[in-house]
């Protein structure tokens, strides 16, 4: 399990959600220490996968713009009406994001590159931590009413 | 910030200052939610105001004030304008049989047409939403999806800029989104029935009309005098009435509903709500036209009070076949239904829990298909874990690589999940 115990990982959703002024559902446990998932792991109906697992399937282009990841998060997805926003965030100047990432699926939302560790917060999923490296965020789909590729849609929770 | 009175009553004039434009976010946040409050009003419709400014927009129409016949609900709108039908009958949209003369067309066609001229123009006076990047710099669009809109302007970003997301997207949302399609989905006749009549939608424009207050009261946009006029009559009716049917000689206007029920999305923080009422009528007029919804999704009656297998699979639409069976529950659905257990594998980052995938013979969809059924991550507020349905391709027969076929990666790929909340 590739789950790696560093200092910055004594984190709990309570130091989390008091840092970015994010919340969560009150029936979260909030004084758990955060995980921190150095490989593959989902949030709900977002994954986050190490790009090196992809090979060429997602990439970035060369002049992209990146931005850094401020102390509020990057909202990366919201579910329906609005509601349940995926967010991003990392101490300030550690991680950075871009939402110009090619991907022949056609699944991911954007990359992220931290140095240092970052969380994705949920209302609903509550909080987990990313180690350090560079990943594809990509959302989930299900077979729609059509046939073929763009028979599918996506999920929004 | 200066105040200066307008025939409004007294407004903050934006006049480029850091502390001028907060005062003025606050401003519009605070009208915004009063046009909000409009929208979702359950007083009874003011009346005298309402006929003076349907009055006011027939007149602009080159028409005379018209009788009003004032109705409970858009449902019981129906059954007066057959009566009256020669005044709500439809020109053809033929150019051999459309009237040439501008006069000669039904007040109602005049009047959509004076809306959407009237919506053009005031839209032409208001910036659209900066696009572009500045250097490392997000345009607003993108940063507001993680920066509060005062925090926004602190960080250099343009009043006008941030009225778009602090007004224009949350009342559309609300609104546009919201109340208008479920209500005339619920309450008016299918499509495909000849129509009777335009429908004007009263309290539910306020999402358009809104913006354009908005920027109005600011000074941030200013329009021509009779265009300021023509928008002060559609704001009255917005605030005084509920949907209406102009007809030559008559006007069909309906009562706002006794009853309306919202929450905010979760997230929301511009002020945003949606439909939701897990055992009553989200809308309901004193007739008792009702209209129901589950969290901003409009559902036929039978999802709140009674879903069972069959309703579902006579239900055409998949948003609210999707609704049916999670208040039926996925386990219950699944057993109801008949579908075929093809494969259990314990779920990847998930302990504890298993995956199964279920072959749906043709009869049940129309087609042939494959449910994978997983269970969440994190815990609901009771304590359990919610079970929910996926959708895959017919030809996948594992239920780890119909896992990670919903992400894009491979059942050998997925298999290596380590977490999942």
């Known amino acids: ?157 | 910030m200066t105040a200066v009175t307008t025939p409004r009553g007294v407004s903050p004039r934006f006049d480029g200052s850091l502390s001028s434009a907060h005062a003025c976010l606050s401003f519009a946040v605070a009208l915004r939610d009063d046009w909000l409050g409009h929208a979702f009003s359950t007083r009874p419709a003011d009346r005298p105001a309402a006929e003076a400014a349907l009055a006011g927009l027939y007149r602009l129409a080159g028409a005379p004030p018209p009788r009003f016949r004032w109705v409970p609900s858009p449902a019981a709108a129906q059954p007066v304008l057959r009566a009256e039908r020669p005044a709500f009958t439809r020109p053809r949209l033929r150019a051999g049989e459309a009237p040439a003369r501008w006069a000669d067309w039904p007040v109602a066609s005049r009047l959509a047409s004076l809306q959407s001229a009237l919506r053009t123009r005031l839209a032409r006076r208001v910036e659209g939403p900066g696009q572009l990047w500045r250097r490392q710099r997000p345009p607003w669009s993108l940063a507001a999806r993680t920066t509060a809109d005062e925090d926004g302007l602190d960080d250099g970003y343009a009043l006008r800029d941030i009225l778009w997301t602090a007004v224009h997207d949350p009342l559309r949302t609300s609104v546009l989104d919201g109340p208008r399609p479920a209500i005339r989905t619920a309450l008016l006749p299918a499509a495909g029935t000849e129509p009777l009549g335009l429908t004007f939608h009263g309290q539910h424009d306020a999402h358009w009309i809104g913006h354009h207050d908005v920027q109005a009261r600011l000074g941030l946009a200013s329009y021509p005098a009779g265009d300021a006029r023509g928008l002060a009559l559609w704001a009255a009716v917005a605030r005084s009435a509920g949907w209406w049917w102009p007809g030559d000689g008559v006007c069909v206007v309906a009562e706002r509903p006794v009853e309306v029920h919202t929450e905010p999305p979760p997230g929301a923080r511009r002020g945003e709500r949606r439909l939701n009422h897990p055992e009553r009528p989200a809308v309901r007029y004193a007739d008792g036209a009702a209209v129901y919804a589950l969290y901003g999704t409009a559902v036929p009656r039978w999802v709140v009070t009674d879903p069972t297998v069959a309703r579902i699979h006579g239900e055409p639409n998949v948003e609210v076949r999707r609704c049916a069976i999670e208040r039926l529950g996925w386990d219950t659905y699944v057993d109801e239904a008949g579908l075929h257990l093809l494969a259990t594998a314990p779920d990847p980052g998930n302990p504890g829990s298993h995956l199964r995938l279920y072959h749906v013979p043709r009869h049940v969809w129309g087609a042939p298909g494959r449910v994978l059924l997983a269970v969440n991550g994190s815990a609901e507020p009771d304590g359990g874990r919610r079970r929910y349905g996926l959708s895959v391709p017919a030809g996948i027969d594992d239920p780890v690589a119909a896992a990670g076929w919903s992400y894009g990666l491979t059942g050998a790929q997925y298999a290596r999940l380590a977490r999942r909340t």
Not at chain 1, 87 to 98: K, M, Q, S, Y
Not at chain 1, 145 to 153: A, K, P, Q, S
């Open chain 1, 1 to 157: 399990m590739p789950t790696s115990a560093s200092a910055s990982a004594s984190v709990t959703l309570a130091d989390l959600t008091a840092r970015t002024g994010l919340d969560v559902l009150a029936h979260l446990e909030r004084e758990v220490t955060v995980p921190v998932v150095a490989g593959l792991q989902a949030q709900g109906d977002l994954i986050v996968v190490p790009l090196a697992l992809l090979g060429d399937d997602v990439t970035v282009p060369p002049r992209a713009p990146w931005q850094t990841v401020p102390a509020g998060g990057v909202e990366l997805l919201r579910g329906v009406a609005g509601g349940n926003p995926h967010t991003l965030v990392a101490d300030p100047g550690t991680c950075r994001w871009t939402w110009r990432a090619g991907d022949r699926q056609g699944l991911a939302l954007g990359v992220l590159d931290a140095r240092e560790v970052a969380y994705l917060i949920h209302p609903e999923h509550g909080g987990t931590g990313i180690a350090p490296g560079r990943y594809a965020v990509r959302r989930q789909r299900e077979r729609g009413e059509g046939t073929g590729r763009f028979g599918n849609r996506f999920i929004a929770d």
